[in-house]
């Protein structure tokens, strides 16, 4: 049949499974073939169905397909040869989008492991400088996985500046992997790592960049992570020391009252230049609260939104800070 003239297909959502895909593959590697598009989301297609490499291809959506680590390593194989024009990749909610390299890569979700991150650090080490976004949450990374990651992200080529580690099941571990990155000449803007078992000992380790002049870190999300006022008391200190942190998240952690005014001594110094604060249910009452009011009036110049939903402050306790949204001196614009 002639190929030739069509440019794009869409097969999403038919049982094509492995077999159909062979059989494609087969067609797509016909020198007459000129298909730029093909979509073949939710088609029962697993790794094995990933082993062809059309050199025209430009855009190919593979979303909820089930590719696990064999699969990473077929794709990064794709994206490691020379003749690959692909531009744009969809697995899952994975895509990759830029005419030349890798900018944008989601991976949530995806079965997963550390071994499919060493296959993936290896592809993303023979060309570090193009990729500013990496999204692994939900897989098992483990903390091996993040030693894998750590050892691009130290290369100074490399320029992520969004990394997010949402529920991959690290420890402390991947904290002190971590923070030697923020220590150096890193492009780091953005780290997510809720939903992991890093404890009070895990955020230690990771200050110990934090307060490193080099680092420029300015986005830190530790949503449930097991943390308590041991962790208010570092960060107040990475606070103080003039740090580039922007934006705070330690929500769904038992921080009580006595963690939010560890977190006063760093508010109300003039070094800190936060402008986002999340605590939303993490147990505190109108004392906490009453710690934060007295913080934004010391130093009210920087904070710009305040979430302390899921807590019990009583009326006294949301008056304190609500006041503040009247005050003119006082930045406060989003209080929840």
Same mark, same amino acid.
């Given at each position: 049949?002639?190929?030739?003239?069509?440019?794009?297909? !869409?097969?999403?959502?038919?049982?094509?499974?492995?077999?159909?895909?062979?059989?494609?593959?087969?067609?797509?590697?016909?020198?007459?073939?000129?298909?730029?598009?093909?979509?073949?989301?939710?088609?029962?297609?697993?790794?094995?169905?990933?082993?062809?490499?059309?050199?025209?291809?430009?855009?190919? !959506?593979?979303?909820?397909?089930?590719?696990?680590?064999?699969?990473?390593?077929?794709?990064?194989?794709?994206?490691?040869?020379?003749?690959?024009?692909?531009?744009?990749?969809?697995?899952?909610?994975?895509?990759?989008?830029?005419?030349?390299?890798?900018?944008?890569?989601?991976?949530?979700?995806?079965?997963?492991?550390?071994?499919?991150?060493?296959?993936?650090?290896?592809?993303?080490?023979?060309?570090?400088?193009?990729?500013?976004?990496?999204?692994?949450?939900?897989?098992?990374?483990?903390?091996?996985?993040?030693?894998?990651?750590? !050892?691009?992200?130290?290369?100074?080529?490399?320029? +992520?500046?969004?990394?997010?580690?949402?529920?991959?099941?690290?420890?402390?571990?991947?904290?002190?992997?971590?923070?030697?990155?923020?220590?150096?000449?890193?492009?780091?803007?953005?780290?997510?790592?809720?939903?992991?078992?890093?404890?009070?000992?895990?955020?230690?380790?990771?200050?110990?960049?934090?307060?490193?002049?080099?680092?420029?870190?300015?986005? +830190?999300?530790?949503?449930?992570?097991?943390?308590?006022?041991?962790?208010?008391?570092?960060?107040?200190?990475?606070?103080?020391?003039?740090?580039?942190?922007?934006?705070?998240?330690?929500?769904?952690?038992?921080? @009580?009252?006595?963690?939010?005014?560890?977190? @006063?001594?760093?508010?109300?110094?003039?070094?800190?230049?936060?402008?986002?604060?999340?605590?939303?249910?993490?147990?505190?009452?109108?004392?906490?609260?009453?710690?934060?009011?007295?913080?934004?009036?010391?130093?009210?110049?920087?904070?710009?939104?305040? !979430?302390?939903?899921?807590?019990?402050?009583? @009326?006294?306790?949301?008056?304190?800070?609500?006041?503040?949204?009247?005050?003119?001196?006082? @930045?406060?614009?989003?209080?929840?």
């Amino acid at each position: 049949s002639n190929l030739s003239h069509l440019r794009e297909l !869409d097969l999403s959502e038919n049982e094509l499974k492995n077999t159909g895909v062979n059989h494609l593959c087969d067609v797509l590697k016909d020198s007459h073939c000129k298909l730029e598009r093909l979509r073949l989301g939710c088609c029962d297609v697993t790794d094995e169905g990933l082993c062809s490499n059309p050199s025209h291809l430009r855009e190919l !959506d593979l979303s909820e397909n089930q590719m696990k680590n064999t699969g990473v390593n077929h794709l990064c194989d794709v994206l490691k040869d020379s003749h690959c024009k692909l531009e744009r990749l969809r697995l899952i909610t994975f895509t990759y989008k830029n005419p030349n390299a890798l900018i944008y890569l989601k991976l949530r979700y995806c079965d997963i492991t550390d071994e499919g991150c060493s296959a993936l650090t290896s592809a993303l080490r023979s060309n570090p400088s193009h990729l500013r976004e990496l999204d692994l949450s939900g897989n098992k990374v483990k903390n091996k996985g993040v030693k894998h990651l750590c !050892d691009v992200l130290k290369n100074l080529d490399c320029k +992520l500046e969004r990394l997010s580690l949402n529920d991959c099941d690290l420890t402390d571990i991947s904290c002190s992997a971590l923070a030697t990155v923020l220590g150096l000449d890193s492009s780091l803007k953005e780290l997510n790592m809720n939903s992991n078992n890093l404890q009070d000992s895990g955020v230690k380790l990771l200050c110990t960049g934090l307060e490193n002049v080099k680092c420029e870190l300015e986005i +830190l999300r530790l949503r449930g992570c097991g943390l308590t006022e041991e962790s208010c008391s570092v960060l107040a200190t990475v606070l103080r020391s003039n740090s580039s942190l922007k934006e705070l998240d330690m929500s769904n952690n038992n921080l @009580q009252d006595s963690g939010v005014k560890k977190l @006063q001594n760093g508010l109300e110094d003039t070094n800190c230049t936060l402008e986002k604060l999340g605590l939303s249910d993490c147990s505190i009452t109108e004392e906490g609260y009453k710690a934060l009011a007295s913080a934004l009036r010391s130093n009210p110049s920087h904070l710009i939104e305040l !979430d302390l939903t899921g807590n019990d402050p009583g @009326q006294s306790g949301v008056k304190e800070l609500s006041d503040l949204l009247q005050d003119p001196n006082c @930045q406060l614009k989003t209080l929840r």
